[in-house]
């Protein structure tokens, strides 16, 4: 009897570190899935168009007009020229930049905001303010999952580290941290802040608990 108890016990066992192998497993996967989706997007699709957009030439207007019955008129470029942003989308949701973090290896699409809470399951997103890489405070949130998907290594960044961020019309700029803390859930006030005309970006995403946030302020150079 007591011998068949221990087997029983042995199996229930057995059994659970399978289920909790496989999950973890799963987990993983998933994870991985979802960071190669992003970079793969980035490579393949967000970079080529932004370089298309950046290399566009505008023709340069004569300084003389060698025919004098006709007047120059620069040739039509459809609109896709580097003064307009590029439509993109990310799995169904529509591209606002790319943000990438070279001390912690990430780099994904910023998604614009929206009500849809897939979006944040997919990547980070941009809940408040300007375009990208216009004056004024941009909010990017991201999960943190604990690894190293989307905002879960922000804990290791540090003042004076740096964040860059490309927009859709092909301007990569330079951010430097300048300020880093935690705060309650509930409190807001990062969002709304005067920047003074400043360009800044405030990464937004919740701590080891999911109690607080940690907030991480910071401003592009000089342009």
């Known amino acids: 009897m007591y011998k ?4 029983t016990i042995l199996i229930i066992l057995v059994i659970a570190v399978i289920v909790a192998g496989g999950y973890l497993i799963y987990t993983y996967y998933t994870s991985y899935k979802k960071v190669s989706d992003a970079e793969k997007f980035l490579d393949e699709e967000f ?4 370089v298309d957009v950046s290399e ?5 207007t004569p300084t003389e007009n060698t025919n004098p019955n006709t007047n120059y008129v620069p040739p039509s470029n459809n609109g896709n020229s580097n003064n307009n942003a590029v439509p993109l989308t990310y799995k169904g949701f529509p591209v606002a930049g790319k943000l990438e973090i070279l001390k912690t290896g990430i780099k994904y699409p910023i998604l614009q905001e929206t009500t849809s809470a897939r ?3 997919l990547s980070i997103v941009k809940i408040y303010g ?3 890489n216009q004056p004024g405070n ?3 949130a991201g999960h943190n999952n604990n690894n190293w998907m989307f905002f879960g290594r922000n804990k290791n960044l540090q003042i004076g580290d740096k964040i860059y961020i490309t927009d859709m019309k092909g301007k990569k700029l330079e951010y430097t941290i300048y300020k880093k803390y935690y705060t309650p859930g509930d409190d807001y006030s990062y969002v709304s802040r005067d920047t003074n ?3 800044e970006v405030t990464l937004y995403t919740c701590d080891a608990t999911g109690k607080n946030r940690l907030i991480i302020c910071a401003r592009a150079e000089a342009q």
């Open 4 to 7: 068949k108890v221990l087997n």
């Open 56 to 60: 566009e030439e505008v023709p340069e």
């Open 138 to 140: 941009v909010v990017i």
């Open 47 to 50: 970079d080529k168009l932004i």
């Open 130 to 132: 300007p375009e990208v």
């Open 119 to 121: 979006a944040i399951e």
């Open 197 to 199: 005309g400043a360009i």
